[in-house]
């Protein structure tokens, strides 16, 4: 089975990567020359052309940013991209999967990039081509070695035929595997990152409290964590979380949720202490990302 990566960023090489250190043939594709030159220099294989890419693979990922860009889900990147590879389909002449790995809110890839692919390949998916949403879980430092060893794998299926073919990708990665509607595994990727965002802002809070009443943060917090039902992770109050991931999809979720008549009021909040503290402590320490 062979794998096109659409997007040789930092999600792109750890998919790309991971998967050829479980034997698969993968071939990267990225507009940014510089990426590949950097995977070719390393003896990988790559392409600056996305047709070469997606004829020479059986399942393409999606694995392009979508940054937000005033408070809104940037949907720029992936509509490109799906552009390209639905022109590229038309071309196959064999079932191809496609998989949505980038970040994307819920219903996007349904409403959105399912009828670009059909409109731009000619064909119907479901039938001609399968879709999946397949939500990455990776640390921006560590992102290789959280695709390797996954605590959770979940696919978004658009049909079963869609859904069994990345299972059977995946097998080999000895992780429990979550088979989903398209619009639950979107769902998934976002409450993992808005709850991690919130963990941070709670514990950032507690950690101004602490020190208005002389109180070790840090020792209360790591007490605290020591709880199985809370974990340690993002309890160092005192430094707002930055990266790639939380603070894009913590803000283009609050948009989603608002533009669809409802009032995030913890989300806004947990948006608001990570604002005061970048502004008042400037410390330019970041917890990881989602």
Avoid: W
Wanted: charged share 25%.
């Amino acid at each position: 089975m062979a794998v096109s990566i659409i997007g040789a960023g930092t999600v792109g090489r750890a998919v790309g990567i991971g998967l050829i250190k479980h034997g698969y043939k993968v071939i990267f594709y990225d507009i940014d020359d510089r990426k590949l030159s950097e995977l070719k220099a390393s003896g990988y294989n790559v392409s600056n052309d996305i047709s070469t890419a997606i004829n020479n693979s059986d399942i393409s990922f999606i694995c392009v940013p979508t940054p937000t860009t005033m408070g809104r889900f940037d949907f720029r990147y992936v509509e490109k991209a799906a552009r390209d590879i639905g022109s590229a389909l038309s071309k196959v002449g064999n079932y191809h999967l496609v998989v949505v790995k980038s970040t994307v809110l819920p219903f996007t890839t349904r409403t959105r990039i399912i009828p670009i692919l059909e409109n731009c390949s000619g064909l119907k998916a479901g039938e001609d081509f399968g879709v999946c949403v397949n939500p990455e879980f990776l640390r921006q430092t560590t992102a290789l070695s959280d695709f390797l060893n996954p605590t959770r794998i979940v696919i978004g299926e658009l049909d079963e035929r869609s859904g069994k073919e990345l299972e059977s990708l995946y097998r080999p990665f000895n992780a429990p595997i979550f088979r989903t509607t398209l619009e639950t595994a979107e769902m998934i990727k976002y409450v993992a990152n808005l709850f991690l965002a919130t963990k941070i802002s709670f514990f950032n809070e507690i950690y101004i409290i602490c020190k208005k009443f002389d109180l070790d943060p840090h020792l209360i917090s790591e007490v605290v964590a020591l709880d199985p039902r809370i974990g340690r992770y993002g309890i160092y109050g005192g430094r707002p979380f930055g990266g790639d991931c939380l603070p894009k999809d913590l803000e283009a979720f609050i948009s989603f949720a608002r533009e669809n008549g409802l009032n995030p009021e913890i989300l806004e909040a947990v948006l608001h202490v990570n604002e005061f503290l970048k502004k008042h402590l400037n410390n330019s320490h970041e917890q990881d990302d989602g």
